[in-house]
Antibody, heavy 120, light 105 residues
C-alpha cells in the first residue's frame, strides 16, 4: 500500500523550533518530488514547500522562506520540515504528500497530518 | 500571486448532479486537479490534469477546464460525497482554491 505517515507535531512557543518527519512506504521514494501542505484550523489548504528527488531543488511558500527548511533522507525513505521562528499563524495540520510532475504538479497520496500549535 | 476562487457552498439532492467551479485568470492555460476532504480526514485526489480520474475514484466524478473556469462535476451524487472540495493548480508554486463545502440533502 502506498502511504506516507507524518510525525513530530507539538505545542511550541512563538519563536520556537520544531522538526516534522514523514516516512514513505509502498513506492520508490527516490522517483518522486515530495511536498508539505498545511491547513490552519477551519481553513483551506496551503502549499508550504517541495523538494526534488535528490534534494538539489527546493522551493517554499513566500511567508516561510528563511524560516522553514525542507529536506529528505533517501536512505530512510523520509522527508523532513525544519521549522524555526514559529509564529501563531503557522498553527496548522501539516500534511506530507507525494508529488507528481507531468506538465503540472499534483499530490497523491496525503498522510494523516500532524498538528503544530504555536502558542504561549 | 495567483488566486483560485470557489463558491463557499453547493447543495445537491441525492442522485442529482453537483457542479463546483474554480475560477482563475487564464486558468484554462493551466492544468487543474481536485481534492475531496471528508470531515476529519485528509484530502484525497479525485481529478488530475483537468479530466483524469485516479484509480479507485468513481466514474461519477468528472472534470473540465476552459477559459477562466474549471469545473468538477459529480453525477448521481451520493451522501458519501458530502465533503469539502478544493481545486489546485501550479503557478511557480502550488495554489489551492478557497474550497467548496458540498452538502447532500
Amino acid at each position: 500500500e502506498v502511504q506516507v505517515v507524518e510525525s513530530g507535531g507539538d505545542l511550541v512557543q512563538p519563536g520556537g523550533s520544531l522538526r516534522l518527519s514523514c516516512t514513505a512506504s509502498g513506492f520508490t521514494f527516490t522517483n518522486y518530488w515530495m511536498s508539505w501542505v498545511r491547513q490552519a484550523p477551519g481553513k483551506g489548504l496551503e502549499w508550504v514547500a517541495h523538494i526534488n528527488q535528490d534534494g538539489s531543488e527546493k522551493d517554499y511558500l513566500y511567508s516561510v522562506k528563511g524560516r522553514f527548511t525542507i529536506s529528505r533522507d533517501n536512505t530512510k525513505n523520509s522527508l523532513y520540515l525544519q521549522m524555526s521562528s514559529l509564529r501563531a499563524e503557522d498553527t496548522a495540520v501539516y500534511y506530507c504528500a507525494r508529488q507528481f510532475y507531468d506538465g503540472t504538479r499534483w499530490f497523491d497520496p496525503w498522510g494523516q497530518g500532524t498538528l503544530v500549535t504555536v502558542s504561549s | 500571486s495567483y488566486e483560485l476562487t470557489q463558491p463557499p457552498s453547493v447543495s445537491v439532492s441525492p442522485g442529482q448532479t453537483a457542479s463546483i467551479t474554480c475560477s482563475g485568470d487564464k486558468l484554462g492555460d493551466k492544468y487543474v486537479c481536485w481534492y475531496q476532504q471528508r470531515p476529519g480526514q485528509s484530502p484525497v485526489l479525485v481529478i488530475y490534469q483537468d479530466t483524469k480520474r485516479p484509480s479507485g475514484i468513481p466514474e461519477r466524478f468528472s472534470g473540465s477546464n476552459s477559459g477562466n473556469t474549471a469545473t468538477l462535476t459529480i453525477s448521481g451524487t451520493q451522501t458519501m460525497d458530502e465533503a469539502d472540495y478544493y481545486c489546485q493548480a501550479w503557478d511557480s508554486t502550488g495554489v489551492f482554491g478557497t474550497g467548496t463545502k458540498v452538502t447532500v440533502l
